[in-house]
C-alpha cells in the first residue's frame, strides 16, 4: 500500500530505515533525527510493537480465569467482580483521555517504555494482593498500562509498516487477550500457586522487552505540543468522522459482548452451568477471542463493507446459539456459539479499523486510535458493570439472557443500517 505525499514507510521485507518528509521537504532518518544509531531495522521494531501490544492485552485477560479463585480466598461477589472489572476500564479511559496521543508529540519509545514499567508495577501488585483493595488497585493500575501502551503501540505499527499495519492492529488484542485467559487458566489447572505464578510470568516477559526497547528505532519524530495534549479529550480528525459515526454501532454490540465475557462468562460457567473448573471458564473466553484472530486473518482480504456485514451477523448468530447452551446447560453448545461469535467479534472489529485508520495521516494516528479505544472500551465496560450491578435483582442466568439479548438487537440495527446506507470501502 503506498504511503500519503510526504510519507513513507519501509514495508515488512524492506531492510532500509524509515523515512518521513519533514516539512521544507528534506529527509529525516528514523535514527538519525533521534540523535543516536540503532542496530536494528523498522522491521524489528513492528515485531518488538506486535509483541508488546499483545503482552499487555494477556496481562489484562490473564485475572479472568482467577475470579474464581479471588471468589474463594477475598468472597467476592459477581458485584464486587464488576466493581474490579470497573476500576481497570476507569483507569484506562483515563490514560486514553490524558496520554493516548503523547507518542505523536514525545516520540513512540519513551511511551513504550512508560507503558512497560507501569504493567511491571501492576504484576507486582497482584502477585501481592490479598485482599479485594489490594486487587483493585492492581486493577486500576492495569488499566493505565492498558490504555497508555494500546494505542503508542498501535502507532508505532502502522509507522513501520503501513500495509500490514491495520491488520496487525486488528489482531493483537484478540491474540493478546486469548494468550492471557487460556494461558492463566492453564496454569491455574497445572501448575503450583496460580496466584502467583501467572503473574511472575507476565512480569519476566514485560522484564525482557524493557531490555529489548533499548535496542528498538524510533518511528515517530517529535514535535512542539506535548503538555497541551495531555488535557483530557477526543480527538477524531474531521476527515475521520463521517466513518467514526458509522462504525459506532457495530463496535457497540462486538466490545459490548467481549466485555460481557471477560467479566462474567466464568461465573456464569461457573455457577449458572455448574461447572467448577476454571479451565471450562477459562476456555470459553479464549474461544472467543481466538476465532476473533483467526477471522481476521481469513477475512483480511475482503472488502470491509462485506466483513463488516458478514460480521453482524455472525454476532447474532452466536450470541443466539451460546444463549441457548446457557439455557440447556450444554458446554459443547456454548462453545459453539461463541466460535461463531468470535468470527463475528473478530470481522466486525478488522472491518471497522480497516476502514478507519487509512482515513488518518501519520501525526494523527495514535490521538485516533485513542478515541477509537475511548469508544469500544465504554461499550465494552459499561453494559458489563450494569450487568454485575443487576445479578442481585434478576440473578445471573436472566442478566445473561438480557445482556444478549441486546447485543443481537444492536447488531441487527447495526446491519440494517449498513444495508440500508451501503457504502463499499
Not at 76 to 94: A, E, R
Not at 214 to 221: D, G, K, N, R, T
Request: charged content about 10%; glycine content about 10%; hydrophobic content about 55%.
Amino acid at each position: 500500500m503506498g504511503g500519503r505525499p510526504g510519507y513513507r514507510v519501509a514495508d515488512l521485507d524492506d531492510p532500509v530505515d524509515i523515512r518521513i518528509l519533514n516539512s521544507r521537504g528534506g529527509i529525516m532518518h528514523g535514527t538519525e533525527s533521534h540523535g543516536h544509531s540503532r542496530s536494528l531495522s523498522p522491521n524489528a521494531m513492528t515485531i518488538f510493537s506486535f509483541a508488546g501490544a499483545v503482552l499487555i492485552a494477556a496481562s489484562s485477560s490473564a485475572v479472568t480465569p482467577l475470579y474464581h479463585l479471588y471468589q474463594e480466598s477475598m468472597h467476592l461477589t459477581p458485584f464486587l467482580i464488576t466493581i474490579v472489572f470497573s476500576v481497570y476500564v476507569l483507569g484506562l479511559l483515563v490514560a486514553l483521555l490524558t496520554v493516548g496521543g503523547l507518542s505523536d508529540y514525545v516520540g513512540r519509545r519513551p511511551v513504550i517504555l512508560a507503558a512497560l514499567l507501569v504493567n511491571a508495577a501492576a504484576m507486582i501488585l497482584f502477585a501481592t494482593a490479598d485482599n479485594v483493595g489490594q486487587l483493585i488497585v492492581a486493577r486500576a493500575v492495569q488499566g493505565i498500562c492498558v490504555g497508555t501502551g494500546t494505542t503508542t503501540f498501535g502507532a508505532a505499527m502502522l509507522d513501520t509498516n503501513r500495509a500490514r499495519g491495520p491488520l496487525l492492529n486488528s489482531v493483537t488484542a484478540f491474540i493478546g487477550l486469548a494468550v492471557g485467559a487460556i494461558g492463566a487458566a492453564a496454569l491455574i489447572t497445572f501448575a503450583p500457586d496460580p496466584l502467583h505464578l501467572v503473574y511472575d510470568v507476565l512480569l519476566g516477559v514485560t522484564i525482557l522487552l524493557i531490555a529489548l526497547l533499548w535496542v528498538m528505532p524510533e518511528s515517530a519524530p517529535k514535535k512542539a505540543g506535548a503538555l497541551a495534549s495531555l488535557w483530557p479529550h477526543v480527538s477524531v480528525p474531521r476527515q475521520s468522522r463521517s466513518v467514526f459515526l458509522r462504525i459506532t454501532p457495530v463496535t457497540m454490540a462486538s466490545w459490548g459482548l467481549g466485555g460481557f465475557h471477560l467479566s462474567l462468562m466464568p461465573t456464569v460457567v461457573a455457577t449458572t452451568m455448574g461447572i467448577g473448573s476454571p479451565w471450562v471458564g477459562g476456555a470459553v473466553v479464549a474461544t472467543l477471542m481466538i476465532t476473533g484472530a483467526v477471522s481476521v486473518a481469513v477475512f483480511k482480504d475482503s472488502p470491509a463493507w462485506h466483513v463488516l456485514l458478514a460480521g453482524t451477523f455472525a454476532l447474532c448468530l452466536g450470541v443466539a446459539v451460546s444463549l441457548f447452551g446457557i439455557a440447556q446447560h450444554s458446554v459443547a453448545v456454548l462453545f459453539a456459539g461463541t466460535a461463531i461469535a468470535g468470527i463475528g467479534f473478530g470481522t466486525a472489529f478488522s472491518g471497522t479499523l480497516r476502514t478507519l485508520l487509512p482515513t488518518s495521516e501519520p501525526h494523527q494516528r495514535a490521538a485516533l486510535l485513542a478515541a477509537f479505544y475511548v469508544m469500544s472500551y465504554l461499550a465494552f465496560s459499561l453494559p458489563a458493570i450494569a450487568a454485575g450491578l443487576s445479578v442481585p435483582v434478576i440473578g445471573l442466568s436472566t442478566v445473561a439472557y438480557v445482556y444478549g439479548s441486546a447485543v443481537i438487537l444492536l447488531a441487527v440495527a447495526s446491519m440494517a443500517a449498513s444495508l440500508w446506507n451501503r457504502q463499499p470501502t
